[in-house]
């Protein structure tokens, strides 16, 4: 079993910076992949930012270049640094992590840029 704890969200105006966190515990050796999702009102839950083992690294389209997945291995913890921010990422964000064949969720935390 895992849990995963997220902090970080807040309320940013257009073109600032907030940085998530998201921290594993449980009975883990090692989870291969980590990342985010958000989930905008009325919209379906997209995939932000993946990052596997090592520096393997995907992210959606509408966040390229602004948005950096990162991960501390010996913390069983995932990032996402957020820049350039814009109205249109205000969504609850959530950590996953997939491990031992099972998906495994965050709380979700809000991220809110103002205009």
């Known amino acids: 079993q895992v849990q995963l704890v997220e902090s970080g969200g807040g309320l940013v105006q257009a073109g600032g910076s907030l940085r998530l966190s998201c921290a594993a515990s449980g009975s883990i050796f090692y989870i291969n992949l980590m990342g985010w999702y958000r989930q905008a009102p009325g919209m379906q839950r997209e995939l932000v930012a993946t990052v596997i083992s090592g520096d393997n690294r995907n992210y959606a389209d509408s966040v390229k270049g602004r948005f950096t997945v990162s991960r501390d291995n010996a913390k069983n913890t995932v990032y996402l640094q957020m820049n350039s921010l814009k109205p249109e990422d205000t969504a609850i964000y959530y950590c996953?992590?997939?491990?031992?064949?099972?998906?495994?969720w965050g709380q979700g935390t809000q991220v809110t840029v103002s205009s």
């Open positions: 996953y992590a997939y491990y031992m064949n099972n998906m495994y």
